[in-house]
């Protein structure tokens, strides 16, 4: 996640009126309920910067996080983060990109924002956790990279051994098939 505002805040006491650059103070404990709000510690935001970004309660998560990583300028009522919008693959093998969770992009440096999947997409799978994105569910034909029918996805997304299977999903098209087996005798 990019950084919103240059933090002036000390690093080393993180008090924000600190300006020495040789501070060798360490920091106080914080509040418990404002650490209470960040339920992940890299989404915390210092107090200084938190004057500087407006935070919001994803209603699904119950994080609080940047206003500029949720649906908030949309007409939706509930706000949610883009983690439960478009929650990120659990194959640890994708290649998607991680940032905006597009399959075609291919730069180091993204910071595009991810489009909120369908919610049908999501209640597919246990937990959103589990989610795994449409390039690792219908991969190609191994053998020659053809895309897989909608007739095929159909039967997958049928199939709860395929949905739920935790392990690297590989297929072979019907034509790829029968050309090995009949050229096996």
């Known amino acids: 996640m990019k950084q919103i505002c240059t933090c002036t805040t000390c690093k080393s006491c993180r008090e924000p009126t600190c300006t020495s650059p040789d501070c060798k103070q360490k920091p ?3 509040n418990p309920k404002e650490l209470a709000m960040f339920e992940n ?4 935001v ?7 970004t407006t935070l919001v309660k994803c209603s699904d998560c119950k994080a609080m996080v940047r206003e500029d ?10 706000v949610k983060c883009y983690d439960c ?9 994708c290649k998607t990109c991680k940032v905006c969770r597009d399959p075609t992009c291919t730069t180091s440096d993204c910071n595009k924002k991810p489009k909120a999947l369908n919610p049908k997409e999501i209640t597919v799978f246990k937990s959103k956790a589990k ?4 390039v690792c569910l219908f991969p190609r034909c191994a053998t020659c990279n053809s895309e897989m029918s909608k007739k ?8 709860d ?6 392990q690297q999903r590989t297929w072979t098209c019907f034509e790829c098939e029968t050309r090995a087996n009949f050229h096996k005798k």
Do not use: F, G
């Not at 510690?41 to 915390?44: G, T």
């Not at 990583?69 to 509930?78: A, E, I, Q």
């Not at 919008?85 to 093998?93: D, E, G, K, Q, T």
């Open 28 to 30: 106080k404990a914080l």
């Open 41 to 44: 510690k890299y989404d915390y």
């Open 46 to 52: 210092c107090r200084s910067c938190r004057n500087t």
């Open 69 to 78: 990583r949720t649906n908030k300028s949309s007409y939706h009522k509930d």
């Open 85 to 93: 919008l478009h929650p990120p693959c659990s194959n640890i093998a």
């Open 131 to 134: 989610l795994v994105c449409q």
């Open 152 to 159: 095929t996805k159909q039967n997958k997304r049928k199939s």
């Open 161 to 166: 051994a395929w949905m739920n299977s935790r």
